[in-house]
């Protein structure tokens, strides 16, 4: 099982890219993202892997951050989403919009992707809905706080969700939304009162 390569960037294909490592060429695929971020043919490269062996192939996909190998394995668990469309996924969006959109549940943010329709939208932000502890306002509140091991807090329920449902009755998407109260319950505390929490929210999306 290869889950790293590090050498010299070979050449771009369409889809994809060849790394030499000690004269054997590896065939990579990978988002737009990523192949754009490795440079040019000479470069010295390194890329996590994540290895797909079938009965009529080896596929190694490559990624330059950790982050973006996650959601590729994570949005795989979705009936119906297989590697094109998590790579498509992830040529569209990054890894922090690719949680932010399951986060606030924005099916319009998905759908940027190529081959990704509403209806397949709607599934993935509702099968990892239940996922995304790891991913919740308390996960990066606690990632700001050096050496906090604070359980990560559901986003549903309670003010952090009535300020984004109050924001978009106001007519804002729920990824600008979230984003908002995210940044106004960074500065105010995580107990903060839902006045203050919409108040400072709409500052946010003011600036």
């Known amino acids: 099982m290869i889950a790293k390569l590090k050498g010299i960037l070979d050449s771009h294909r369409e889809d994809g890219a060849i790394i030499d490592v000690g004269g054997v060429g590896y065939l990579i695929f990978g988002s737009s993202r990523t192949l754009g971020q490795l ?26 951050s950790e982050a973006e190998r996650r959601w590729f394995q994570v949005l795989q668990t979705v009936q119906g989403v297989g590697a094109k469309a998590a790579l498509a996924i992830l040529s569209a969006l990054s890894p922090d919009e690719v949680m932010q959109a399951v986060a606030a549940q924005d099916k319009t943010m998905l759908t940027r992707a190529d081959g990704v329709g509403p209806k397949l939208a709607t599934r ?84």
């Open 124 to 207: 993935i932000v509702n099968e990892l809905k239940d996922k995304a502890a790891g991913f919740s306002l308390g996960a990066e509140l606690a990632a700001t706080k050096p050496g906090s091991t604070a359980p990560a807090s559901p986003i549903n329920g309670g003010p952090i969700e009535d300020a984004v449902s109050a924001l978009v009755n106001l007519g804002y998407g729920r990824s600008d939304a979230y984003g908002a109260v995210v940044a106004a319950s960074r500065s105010l505390g995580e107990d903060a009162a839902l006045d203050r929490l919409i108040s400072t929210s709409l500052r946010e999306l003011a600036s």
């Open 39 to 64: 440079g040019n043919p000479g470069d010295p490269v390194s890329v996590h892997v994540e290895t797909h062996v079938r009965e009529d192939h080896i596929h190694l996909y490559g990624f330059t």
